[in-house]
């Protein structure tokens, strides 16, 4: 099989991944955004886990938000930082890393979903609200979700997957080294 066809059903099957839940977030907020008011709680568990409309121009945990050009700045970190993860996601799935794949899908998959708020409405929808007493954890969205799961996975990869992680390295840094030969 020619090198350059190599594993594409697996980059394929992230791509889809990718765009399922990128559109998944999207279909979730816009729900919300239309059937909720600004600033509406509707609780889930009483005390504990509601659905709560908000806004956020800036980043997580509202970093750069009180900054009229921090949007421009977010968005154009995640445009970059997100190509790269899919990049990253690309070579892992050609060479059948399937969970560095996925954690890598996820992350840009959160990315990515954000952005999209970002570009499209100029600030993220927030909507899923913890509280712990009188402590309110950051509310956050499923793009959200998806980085953290997908970022976790890819801390413990190169924690207790040493091996799949410098096999993994191995690849991508031998890609560059093979750019730079050309």
């Not at 509202?62 to 977010?74: E, N, P, R, T």
């Not at 959200?144 to 993994?168: E, H, M, Q, S, W």
Request: proline letters at 1%; a positive charge; aromatic letters at 18%.
């Amino acid at each position: 099989m020619n090198d350059r066809y190599k594993g594409r059903e697996y980059v394929l099957i992230y791509f889809f991944l990718m765009i399922f839940l990128i559109i998944g977030d999207q279909f979730i907020k816009r729900i919300v955004s239309f059937k909720m008011q600004l600033f509406q709680t509707k609780e889930i568990i009483k005390g504990f886990l509601s659905i709560y409309y908000c806004t956020n121009t800036g980043s997580a945990f509202s970093f750069l938000a009180d900054k009229s050009w921090g949007i421009y700045v977010l968005s154009g970190i995640s445009l970059v930082v997100g190509l790269v993860i899919v990049y990253l996601m690309v070579i892992a799935a050609r060479n059948k890393m399937n969970l560095i794949s996925l954690s890598l899908c996820l992350i840009a998959s959160g990315a990515f979903g954000n952005l999209v708020d970002r570009f499209t409405l100029h600030y993220v929808i927030d909507f899923i609200r913890f509280d712990f007493g009188s402590y309110t954890f950051p509310i956050f969205n499923v793009a959200d979700i998806c980085a953290v799961i997908g970022t976790i996975l890819f801390i413990l990869i190169v924690i207790f997957g040493k091996d799949r992680f410098d096999d993994f390295w191995i690849e991508v840094t031998s890609i560059f080294r093979r750019q730079d030969n050309a």
